[in-house]
C-alpha cells in the first residue's frame, strides 16, 4: 500500500506562484509513475503533470510553460511548481501514483484557488 499526503494549497492572486508538495509513504520504491491531477468545480478530473521513472515528465498543454514537476528520490515526494498562475487554474489538486502493476493511488486532494 502507498498513501499520498498533498500539501502547499492556498489563495494566491493571478500571476502568482505556488508550489504543492506530495509525500509518498509505504511501498514506494515500486513507484512507475507520479503526477499530479486537479478537478474544477463541476469539471471533470484532469491531468495536470506526470513524471515517470526515470525523469520523463508530461504536461497539460494549458500548462506547459508555466508548471514543473519534480521527484526527490530521496525524499519520496513529488512536487509541482506552479507559476503565472491563472483563475482557471482554481481546482484541487490531486496527488497519483501507478506502481509497475498498474495499481493507481490517490491522495485527497489539496484547494488550490487563484484569486484576485
Known amino acids: 500500500q502507498v498513501q499520498l499526503v498533498e500539501s502547499g494549497g492556498g489563495l494566491v492572486q493571478p500571476g502568482g506562484s505556488l508550489t504543492l508538495s506530495c509525500a509518498a509513504s509505504?511501498?514506494?520504491?515500486?513507484?512507475?509513475?507520479m503526477g499530479w491531477f486537479r478537478q474544477a468545480p463541476g469539471k471533470q478530473r484532469e491531468l495536470v503533470a506526470t513524471i515517470t521513472l526515470p525523469v520523463s515528465t508530461d504536461y497539460a498543454d494549458s500548462v506547459k510553460g508555466r508548471f514543473t514537476i519534480s521527484r526527490d528520490y530521496a525524499k519520496k515526494t513529488v512536487s509541482l511548481s506552479m507559476r503565472s498562475l491563472k483563475p482557471e487554474d482554481t481546482a484541487v489538486y490531486y496527488c497519483h501514483a501507478q506502481n509497475f502493476f498498474r495499481v493507481e493511488y490517490w491522495g485527497k486532494g489539496t484547494l488550490v484557488t487563484v484569486s484576485p
Open positions: 509505504g511501498s514506494t520504491s515500486g513507484l512507475k509513475v
